[in-house]
């Protein structure tokens, strides 16, 4: 079973930048879709960003031209860029490994990290 790790979220003042990294225990980009999804106080988690195995990239109306998903096949790393960053985008951001057709992987989810967008 693939391990996720999530760092690099913390509090950040509107208009600012973070960005996140999921380090995966083995290489997986190959055959699995990553994706970043975030989940607010009350609300439903959501998907923010998505990269398929192939590269191509998904992102939510609400995030679009702001936030920038990539990945690092070397390092097993996916990365979530965060920028002009929103009070509305507080919320914790979970790593999420969406498996493709034919994927021997199972869905697994990463521990979150919280992010803070405050002044």
């Known amino acids: 079973q693939v391990q996720l790790v999530e760092s690099g979220g913390g509090l950040v003042q509107p208009g600012g930048s973070l960005r996140l990294s999921c380090a995966a225990s083995?290489?997986?980009?190959?055959?699995?879709?990553m994706g970043w999804y975030r989940q607010a106080p009350g609300k439903q988690r959501e998907l923010a960003a998505g990269i398929t195995s192939g590269g191509s990239t998904y992102y939510a109306d609400s995030v679009k031209g702001r936030f920038t998903i990539s990945r690092d096949s070397a390092k097993n790393t996916v990365y979530l860029q965060m920028s002009s960053l929103k009070p509305e985008d507080t919320a914790v951001y979970y790593c999420?490994?969406?498996?493709?057709?034919?994927?021997?992987?199972?869905?697994?989810w990463g521990q979150g990290t919280l992010v803070t967008v405050s002044s």
């Open positions: 999420n490994v969406k498996p493709e057709p034919n994927s021997p992987y199972l869905e697994v």
């Open positions: 083995e290489s997986i980009f190959s055959i699995n879709a």
